[in-house]
């Protein structure tokens, strides 16, 4: 929970909320929105968890995981309708929303451009697109530079708790996933070229994210005060090689300029927080 606490620290200031619903309270006119559109949704239960809490009226959830698909519409409660679909070839919903969800799919689209224009479709007059994605390196082609200060990091760590990194840690989880990463680097640029006016905010990650390894998880005491430390020095490290480094993780906010944003009042929020 920690690390979910630092994002939403760097992203938006605080940590109270949770970072996707402060940027929905920060983009949209008012909350509840109308609708929201989540891609890559699995059985939709994050999706729900935004109708149940009051921060939107109705969800669609799409993703190409037919058989979580299938368990998420077994769940006879919320407003919310899940499809199954493959965003690399995307097909019209037949309506649009006032906000667009995405966590962690579209470093998985290989077919950007089409996902890009399928977006803009799909979006209400003065809707936004909220998306946190891996903006590293494709296919995790990591520098021997990146490597370094990856293992820079691991060494803050108690001996118990370090795991060093290698990219051949790394080749099974990409054989398993041809689409891993698969244009990581491209994402802004094809959302601009798209139509979209964006902002992207960074929240680093490029040490975090490997040195936070297995064995960190498995061996962590939140009781012992020399982890604890030890964990905090190393969120700062990953903080000092983003002022250095591009980062490789950002929250999106994106408009289409064809919408019409609007500059939104501070709305109010539901009281259940996550």
Not at 177 to 185: K, L
Not at 192 to 218: C, D, I, M
Not at 249 to 270: E, K, L, N, W
Request: glycine share 6%.
């Amino acid at each position: 929970s920690f690390c979910a606490d630092e994002i939403c620290r760097r992203v938006t200031g605080q940590t109270k909320l949770g970072t996707t619903r402060k940027l929905m309270e920060q983009a949209l006119p008012a909350i509840p929105a109308a609708s929201m559109l989540e891609i890559g949704c699995l059985s939709g239960d994050k999706l729900r968890s935004f109708v149940d809490d009051g921060w939107v009226t109705r969800g669609v959830g799409v993703d190409i995981a037919a058989g979580a698909v299938d368990r998420g519409r077994q769940i006879k409660r919320s407003n919310c309708d899940l499809h199954v679909m493959d965003l690399n070839h995307p097909t019209p919903l037949g309506e649009q929303f006032e906000v667009i969800h995405a966590n962690g799919v579209l470093h998985h689209i290989e077919n950007l451009e089409s996902c890009a224009d399928w977006i803009a479709e799909h979006l209400q007059p003065g809707g936004v697109l909220i998306a946190s994605e891996f903006t590293g390196p494709v296919r995790y082609r990591y520098s021997r530079r990146e490597i370094d200060l990856i293992n820079d990091g691991v060494r803050i760590l108690p001996e118990t708790l370090r795991e060093y990194f290698t990219p051949e840690s790394l080749k099974p989880k990409l054989d398993a996933d041809p689409s891993e990463s698969i244009r990581s680097r491209d994402i802004v640029d094809v959302l601009r070229a798209a139509g979209f006016s964006v902002e992207v905010r960074p929240y680093g990650g490029n040490v975090l994210q490997r040195a936070l390894s297995k064995t960190f998880f498995a061996g962590f005491d939140p009781q012992q005060n020399s982890h604890v430390e030890a964990a905090s020095r190393l969120v700062r490290f990953d903080e000092e090689v983003m002022r250095s480094e591009p980062s490789h993780h950002h929250f999106i906010i994106a408009t289409h300029r064809t919408t019409s944003p609007q500059t939104p009042d501070r709305p109010s929020r539901p009281t259940s927080l996550a």
